[in-house]
């Protein structure tokens, strides 16, 4: 019985999140190998992000350089421009070692006071050092 549950609920959350396909950014250097990009929910491509609701962000990624911290940096492209989004700090699954597969998490909430409106969002991890660990681009349609 509670094998059956916890396969529900694993094929439920399995059905919402979605491994995106994504652009590299174009930067100066990236420290990492970047394995998956996965958005819950996200049923199709471009991912849909309702407002009023979470959105879940999972990269999976291997530096190729140690960090005691990370940052996260986050960006729409508008009309060509890079326009900040603050967004959570952020979570790993463990340490940043080179070599080493690493998950990095976070959570945003979609303000119903943002635009309805298609864009590019620009995703970076920065070590301690303000380089990339990682850097992608994805499409997205912020909807009612």
Known sequence: ??????????ALASVNAVSV??????SHGVHGTLT?????PCPAEPCALPHGKNI???ATFTPSVDSNTFKSSVHGIILGL??????PHG???GPIVSGQEVTYTNTLYVSPVYPKIRLNVEWEVLDDH?????CFIIPVHITS
């Open 1 to 10: 019985m509670i094998r059956t549950a916890i396969l529900s609920v694993i």
């Open 21 to 26: 396909k994504y652009s590299t950014c174009r």
């Open 36 to 40: 998956t990009v996965d958005v819950e």
């Open 56 to 58: 879940t962000l999972r």
């Open 82 to 87: 890079p326009v900040p989004y603050g967004v």
């Open 91 to 93: 979570s790993l699954s």
């Open 130 to 134: 303000h380089r990339d660990l990682f």
